[in-house]
């Protein structure tokens, strides 16, 4: 059984394992650089599972910044029916793609 880690960034949850490719919202970090997101919700360590409250101590997930790019567009268009009122807007979401080099487990107390 493989360890997996659950995270929240950027308002999102993501289900990730080393070696996995994600897309967050934007970050301030340059390519090649490491980041280490530390809000992990839930760590699963050898089919034993560590559900934080409402994060797990001590765990954290490294990763390296591959690319800041921006998403395809999407088109916003508001109307409303026998007012002539209409709107257009198009938006790109601003995204970090990050590569998961390594889960890192807490530590665990003696009495455990």
Same mark, same amino acid.
């Given at each position: 059984m493989s360890n997996y880690a659950i995270v929240q960034t950027g308002? +999102?949850?993501y289900r990730v394992r080393a070696g996995d490719f994600?897309?967050?919202?934007?970050?301030?970090?340059?390519?090649?650089?490491?980041?280490?997101?530390?809000d992990v919700l839930l760590f699963s360590i050898e089919g034993e599972l560590l559900v934080g409250n409402p994060q797990v101590e001590g765990a954290r997930v490294?990763?390296?910044?591959?690319?800041?790019?921006?998403?395809d567009k999407i088109v916003v268009f508001k109307y /409303?029916? /026998?007012t002539?009122?209409? /709107?257009?807007?198009? +938006?790109r979401q601003r995204f970090t793609r990050l590569e998961v080099k390594e889960l890192v487990a807490p530590e665990r107390s003696r009495g455990q």
């Open positions: 308002g +999102h949850q994600i897309d967050i919202e934007k970050v301030d970090a340059e390519i090649g650089s490491t980041f280490e997101i530390s490294v990763t390296e910044v591959l690319e800041q790019g921006k998403d /409303k029916a /026998k002539r009122y209409r /709107k257009k807007q198009g +938006h």
